[in-house]
T-cell receptor
Framework: KNEVEQSPQNLTAQEGEFITINCSYSVGISALHWLQQHPGGGIVSLFM???GKKKHGRLIATINIQEKHSSLHITASHPRDSAVYIC???????????????FGKGMKLTVNP | NAGVTQTPKFQVLKTGQSMTLQCAQD?????MYWYRQDPGMGLRLIYYSASEGTTDKGEVPNGYNVSRLNKREFSLRLESAAPSQTSVYFC?????????????FGSGTQLSVL
């Protein structure tokens, strides 16, 4: 079982729809990142959170530490939101070990006009 | 302020050839990383450098070497390229001191090894 699972793997939506992208993880974490990768390939960090909720424009990210789950919401979706959304978790240090960043496989979102 | 600059953008190599991927950041970040991205898989860490003068292996270091030349630059070298190293490579950086700091990525290098 992967340490970070994203669902769905692909999503097609119509412009204006409310979109939710999910991320579940199986390890203890110190932080969770949401990243956006556009068709051109560049990767941009959207959010980094360790608890609660963060909002930036039409994007909202939430995390539930107890349930080991995070969601990325896109309100009033637009074709320019079409991208791959990647969840990554910074796992807590095991005894004597070091933290590491584990990436999900990503979710491809297509928003049609 | 360019952020993370990664070169080249594209490269085609023959098996056995060598090359170096260059990465530089102008944000005074301590930590720098090299990842590879393959279809159907998440980004995987090749090597990282927590500070100038230190480097450590990541998840998939075999076939690669790195150099943290100074605080700005972190290069990735393939000494003898193999077809299994065909991938998209990303350099990234962050301020480790700000423990929950965001990651900043370069634009990627698409490498094909024939």
């Amino acid at each position: 079982k992967n340490e970070v699972e994203q669902s769905p793997q692909n999503l097609t939506a119509q412009e204006g729809e409310f979109i939710t992208i999910n991320c579940s993880y199986s390890v203890g974490i110190s932080a969770l990142h949401w990243l956006q990768q556009h068709p051109g390939g560049g990767i941009v960090s959207l959010f980094m959170l360790s608890s609660g909720k963060k909002k930036h424009g039409r994007l909202i990210a939430t995390i539930n530490i107890q349930e080991k789950h995070s969601s990325l919401h896109i309100t009033a979706s637009h074709p320019r939101d079409s991208a791959v959304y990647i969840c990554a978790v910074r796992s807590q240090k095991p005894e004597g070990g070091s933290e590491k960043l584990v990436f999900g496989k990503g979710m491809k979102l297509t928003v049609n006009p | 302020n360019a952020g993370v600059t990664q070169t080249p953008k594209f490269q085609v190599l023959k098996t056995g050839q060598s090359m170096t991927l260059q990465c530089a950041q102008d944000m005074n970040h301590n930590s720098m990383y090299w990842y590879r991205q393959d279809p159907g898989m998440g980004l995987r860490l090749i090597y990282y450098s927590a500070s100038e003068g230190t480097t450590d292996k990541g998840e998939v270091p075999n076939g690669y070497n790195v150099s943290r030349l100074n605080k700005r630059e972190f290069s990735l070298r393939l000494e003898s390229a193999a077809p299994s190293q065909t991938s998209v490579y990303f350099c990234a950086s962050k301020i480790e001191a700000a423990r929950l700091g965001k990651l900043f990525f370069g634009s990627g290098t698409q490498l094909s090894v024939l």
